[in-house]
């Protein structure tokens, strides 16, 4: 079965740049999605389709996919963007998530 | 805007049936497809299932043999079965409204409910 597959913590300095990976085979043949799960809180859309941010999403948050590795990043992190950060792909009729990343703007 | 509300027991005992329901609000359940998600304390999140407005689903193969999603287009409500319950189906059970297309493929969760936890003990 396909496996995606996602660093356990990123760390980013208050202000500067965040890049979060998923990774899985040829993952660049097949569209991304993001979702930031604040503590508490339900999941929350962030990027779908490798690049595309919902409506309300600042344009802070961008992704990329390409290869083996598709990157969400956060420009000018602050600290509200702290946070598990989740990626997911469709693969063989089946949902797969990566396990999670959580931020943390220090 | 659409809005998704979970509710069903919050325990469950061992080999039991969990059961739950998700209400939609603000829109009409036909024409889009519907997941059932959790998250057991402290992990990842799993996708269980969907449904379609026709009533087709498709189920997470490590789950398929104990989950069952139903649809009541008459109350705007979508349901969960998960039978023979162990302490691992301990988790918060989140529902989801998606967007798919066809050509090309794609499926994505865009709006969720608040979930609701779960606890299977005796």
């Known amino acids: 079965s396909y496996e995606v597959t996602q660093s356990l913590s990123v760390s980013v300095a208050l202000g500067q740049t965040a890049r979060i990976t998923c990774g899985g085979d040829n993952i660049g043949s097949k569209n991304v999605h993001w979702y930031q799960q604040r503590p508490g809180q339900a999941p929350v859309l962030v990027i779908y389709?490798?690049?595309n941010r919902p409506s309300g999403i600042p344009d802070r948050f961008s992704g990329s996919n390409s290869g083996n590795t598709a990157t969400l990043t956060i420009s000018r992190a602050q600290a509200g963007d702290e946070a598990d950060y989740h990626c997911h792909v469709w693969d063989s009729s089946t949902v797969v998530f990566g396990g999670g990343t959580t931020l943390t703007v220090l | 805007q659409v809005q998704l509300q979970e509710s069903g027991p919050g325990l469950v005992k061992p080999s039991e049936t969990l059961s739950l329901t998700c209400t939609v609000s603000g829109g009409p359940i036909n024409n889009y497809y519907w997941s059932w998600i959790r998250q057991p304390p402290g992990k990842g999140l799993e996708w269980i299932g969907y449904i379609f407005q026709s009533g087709s689903t498709k189920y997470n193969p490590s789950l398929k043999s104990r989950v069952t999603i139903l649809l009541d287009t008459s109350k705007n409500q979508f349901s969960l079965k998960l039978s023979s319950v162990t302490a691992a189906d301990t988790a918060v059970y989140y529902c989801a409204k998606n967007r798919v297309g066809l050509a090309p493929f794609y499926f994505y969760m865009d709006v969720w409910g608040k979930g609701t936890t779960v606890t299977v003990s005796s």
């Open positions: 389709r490798d690049t």
